[in-house]
């Protein structure tokens, strides 16, 4: 469903992603992991036709989104760090508006509303403002709302970032309840080892923009000798804290001079 072949990301003369290469079959739960700063980031983003690779070759169900763009963009639902609800809007309207923009036929969308909002618990609340709505239901509401078009593919960045373990054992609940009724192809990042060893049916370890391991959490573990996934992550990718400062503003002047010259 996902194939990764040699992808390479440059800002100038920093490489945010060198040489990675990987594949995520249908259906599959891929946790793609690394410290701040490793490259997850800007490998969804290549993954999701919001960046172009530097070079390498990205597949989604067979699609290059480079030379189909849109027909790749059909495929695949998103829910980034950063919340991308509509606050004034009720929970109802986000979704709406979504399977507008995605042109889901108004019976088939509004049938998936009910559907997903029921699943994720928020069918009750789908006519309160969001703005109104805790931190976990709006990831939730997020999270349906990618699934509104029935995507082959949903990427997750840091899905659950923030929210209380409740919260983050719902939510998990929910997205493998959809994973396994529908085959959805799901590729997550995440900080919480523990999720990922719990979620994942494989795993992906990124670090310095160099794809370090790849595996089942049995796997990976039995590779470090470690008995937890945070003692194999910590023994691949060391104890030192990272700071994101340094390369993120690297990548900042790059695009900086990108835009400023007219390049993308």
Do not use: C
Request: glycine residues 8%.
């Amino acid at each position: 469903m996902i194939e990764v072949r040699n992808l390479v990301k440059t800002f100038g003369a920093f490489t945010a992603v060198n040489d990675v290469s990987f594949s995520v079959a249908e259906g599959e739960i891929f946790a793609f992991l690394g410290p701040n700063g490793a490259g997850k980031t800007t490998t969804i983003k290549m993954l999701t036709t919001l960046l172009h690779p530097t070079s390498g070759s990205i597949r989604l169900d067979g699609l290059d989104p480079l030379k189909q763009q849109n027909e790749a963009r059909k495929k695949f639902g998103i829910v980034f760090q950063d919340p991308s609800l509509d606050g004034d809007l009720t929970a109802a309207e986000n979704m709406e508006i979504h399977g507008v923009l995605y042109g889901v036929p108004h019976k088939v969308r509004r049938q998936r509303t009910e559907e997903l909002l029921k699943l994720f618990e928020l069918w009750d609340r789908r006519d309160e403002q969001v703005k109104k709505f805790s931190g976990g239901m709006k990831r939730r509401l997020e999270i349906a709302r990618g699934f509104l078009h029935t995507p082959r593919i949903l990427f997750l960045d840091e899905p659950t970032l923030g929210l209380d373990p409740q919260s983050r054992n719902q939510l998990w609940t929910h997205v493998k309840k959809v994973n396994e009724a529908e085959k959805v192809t799901v590729f997550l990042t995440t900080h919480y080892m523990d999720e990922a060893d719990r979620v994942a049916h494989r795993i992906g370890v990124i670090d310095h923009g160099k794809l370090v391991t790849q595996g089942t959490p049995t796997e990976i573990k039995e590779q470090t000798g470690t008995t937890t996934l945070e003692d194999a992550f910590l023994k691949l990718t060391g104890e030192t804290i990272r700071d994101e400062s340094a390369s993120s503003t690297d990548m900042m002047r790059q695009f900086a001079k990108m835009w400023s010259g007219g390049k993308r």
